[in-house]
């Protein structure tokens, strides 16, 4: 069993920078891939990031690639998502999440077995 707890959401002006957090607890957190998803009102949850259980290996989703980046500290058992360069169209509600059984890392949150509640990204324009 695995909890996950997110922080470091808020409002932020277009083209301003947050870095979220993502808590685990539990003593395996070295073998979870971790992904970050995220969803706004009335569309579908959305892949944004993930990163391997080593760290070795990271993706992206599209829409941020260039301007987000994932990182690890497996001895704190914490994931983070640098978001720079912030667009309103980044407002959405962002859920870290852990994934022990695929190789290498997923942007399907089918493969995903363990969710955080989410925090809150507002970008104002």
């Known amino acids: 069993q695995v909890q996950l707890v997110e922080s470091g959401g808020g409002l932020v002006q277009a083209g301003g920078s947050l870095r979220l957090s993502c808590a685990a607890s539990g003593r395996t957190f070295s073998r979870y891939n971790m992904g970050w998803f995220r969803q706004a009102p009335g569309k579908e949850r959305e892949f944004v990031a993930a990163i391997s259980y080593s760290g070795g290996r990271t993706g992206y989703g599209e829409s941020v690639k260039g301007r987000f980046t994932i990182s690890r500290d497996n001895a704190k058992n914490t994931v983070y998502l640098q978001m720079n360069s912030l667009k309103p169209e980044d407002t959405a509600v962002y859920y870290c999440?852990?994934?022990?059984?695929?190789?290498?890392?997923?942007?399907?949150?089918?493969?995903?077995?363990?969710w955080g509640q989410g925090t809150q990204v507002t970008v104002s324009s």
């Open positions: 999440a852990a994934d022990f059984r695929t190789l290498g890392y997923s942007s399907n949150s089918g493969h995903y077995d363990y």
